[in-house]
């Protein structure tokens, strides 16, 4: 019974090794091998996208907290989803970032007047600004 059956260089059912389309060297079973995974759909949408996020956390931390990048949109996302304060190491969690990776997407947003950064017996919480 075939399971998968790529064609001719792809892979088949019952050989655990499949054959690059692109230069047909062993690929344990995926359409591509390693150097030619670029070549998969949405992948170098997905590479920029990684690129983009690390040059906004390099740009934050020389002082240039991109308020309207992706990552200020994720943090914002968050904030409107959870309807209620969090804190800056479970928003850090959930935007997918260091704590001392997300504080200058903090303070830019807080200066725009986007969040309110709160403290209360020595608590920190963050909040959309309403």
């Known amino acids: ?7 001719e260089g ?9 054959k690059c389309l ?6 344990s079973g995926k359409p591509y091998c390693l ?6 759909p ?4 997905l590479i920029e996208k990684i690129e983009g996020r690390e040059q906004e956390i390099e740009n ?17 996302s ?17 935007v997918g970032l260091r704590g001392n990776v997300i504080e200058p997407f903090l303070v830019a947003l807080q200066e725009v007047g986007k969040i309110s950064i709160s403290s209360t017996n020595g608590s ?5 600004r309403r």
């Open 35 to 40: 150097e030619h995974l670029n070549l998969l």
């Open 42 to 45: 949405g992948t170098s949408e």
């Open 60 to 76: 934050a931390h020389t002082g240039k907290a991109d308020v309207k990048g992706e990552i200020a949109a994720d943090i914002l």
């Open 124 to 128: 920190i919480s963050i909040s959309l």
């Open 78 to 94: 968050v904030l409107r989803f959870r309807k209620s304060s969090i804190s800056p190491s479970a928003l850090a969690k959930d």
């Open 22 to 27: 692109e230069c047909g060297g062993i690929t």
């Open 1 to 7: 019974m075939k399971i998968l059956d790529k064609g």
């Open 10 to 18: 792809g892979y088949r059912s019952g050989d655990p090794r499949g």
